[in-house]
């Protein structure tokens, strides 16, 4: 069955669709309701994804068991709401549970037998941010597995907490986030509508942390953040701490409609039970950011996730720096490169650029290509919206 599924899904090219899901109720409810309309994608997914068939297997061995069952005991304490929103989408698709949280888990649990050896890692993301004279502009490139190509989604969500969810922490949300199938909302791209907009890039340090808080379900969190300090104290997860790695590109918009730029780069603390994190602000120069650390001087993995990084941004900064929207277009669809480029389009590669987001904080729409966005035309264009910005704490 996998077989004719991965043979299927390699036929099909790449398709231009933007799966769009507006969803309403409890975190639960929410999470089922994507699992029961999405199911094929998920299904889909889950077969065909050669990484979990690893996670699987280290799943298998005590020390990833012992580890799994670690960081969903911490998940279920810190974030007991998202589990449930993970329960829900497994039971709307009827998939196992395990497989869901063993994605979240990602590298937590893949190098859990691998005693830190130097190792191979594979990823790609490039972000950019520019102030512009009225406004300010985003762009990025969702890069992932090429077997993640058509099994994304778009969420947007209005959460409504239980009474119980309310006690255990929750609280209301709105957002929209694009998300690999089956998997968490919020590490990608996206806004919530208390002045957030958005992107992520995966970052790879050597040492993990198993039993520490995923990247996803810190992500996940950062979509009920209600200002640039309560982001930051997000990252931080003080207490516990993030137990691998990524890089949060943010636009904050204030009540004022003030906006600032930031990236934040969050890595594990080896020795302390919190996240080391480092936050930069851009006053007039462009955010630029791909998959590796820039400020934090951590010791990271080897392999194609570093030499891809390496090589998108000397091509991004041998681009004039970008003043403009265009300007943005035209640098996130360079294709130059034979083994890595910016917009990751290569049949034969192992990571692709599955679809490019521009968010334009002028007109407020956040546009999704799937081909390159300098030459073709967004397949959606959704509304921004920050209807909860008089309620924040801005």
């Not at 050669?50 to 298998?60: A, P, Q």
């Not at 005991?73 to 709307?92: L, S, T």
Request: proline share 5%.
């Amino acid at each position: 069955m996998a077989q004719g599924t991965v043979l299927c899904e390699k036929q099909l090219g790449r398709r231009r669709v933007v799966p769009v899901i507006y969803l309403q109720g409890s975190h639960y409810d929410v999470g089922f309701d994507v699992g029961r309309n999405f199911a094929a994608i998920i299904k889909s997914f889950i077969s065909s994804y050669g990484n979990l068939r690893d996670f699987e297997k280290e799943y298998k061995t005590d020390t990833g068991r012992n580890a799994y069952d670690k960081t969903l005991a911490n998940m279920k304490k810190r974030f007991p709401y998202y589990v449930k929103e993970m329960q829900g989408v497994a039971d709307g698709a009827n998939v196992p549970f395990h497989q869901l949280f063993l994605l979240q888990m990602d590298d937590i649990i893949g190098t859990i037998n691998d005693n830190h050896l130097p190792r191979n890692d594979t990823g790609g993301c490039s972000s950019l941010a520019i102030k512009t004279p009225n406004s300010a502009v985003l762009g990025h490139t969702e890069d992932a597995f090429s077997e993640t190509l058509n099994h994304f989604y778009i969420m947007s969500a209005h959460i409504i907490p239980t009474q119980e969810d309310r006690e255990l922490g929750a609280i209301e949300e709105r957002f929209s986030s694009l998300c690999y199938a089956g998997q968490l909302p919020g590490y990608t791209m996206g806004y919530n509508e208390n002045g957030l907009v958005f992107s992520i890039n995966t970052l790879s340090p050597l040492v993990l942390k198993p039993g520490n808080t995923p990247r996803t379900f810190i992500t996940r969190a950062l979509l009920a953040s209600k200002s640039y300090a309560d982001a930051e104290r997000i990252l931080r997860d003080e207490g516990l701490g993030i137990g691998n790695g990524f890089s949060m590109n943010m636009i904050w918009t204030n009540k004022a409609g003030e906006k600032q730029i930031y990236n934040a780069e969050v890595a594990p603390d080896l020795k302390g039970d919190r996240s080391i994190l480092n936050i930069h602000k851009y006053l007039d120069e462009p955010l630029v950011h791909t998959n590796i650390y820039q400020r934090i001087p951590i010791k990271e993995v080897i392999g194609p996730i570093i030499d891809s990084s390496t090589f998108r941004l000397k091509i991004i900064h041998d681009h004039a720096p970008p003043h403009t929207q265009k300007d943005i277009k035209d640098i996130l669809s360079d294709t130059n490169g034979i083994e890595f480029q910016v917009f990751q389009e290569k049949k034969d590669s192992i990571i692709k650029t599955i679809a490019a987001g521009i968010f334009d904080l002028d007109k407020m729409t956040w546009s999704i290509f799937i081909n390159k966005p300098n030459i073709s035309e967004p397949v959606a264009i959704l509304p921004i919206r920050f209807s909860m910005l008089d309620k924040s704490d801005q």
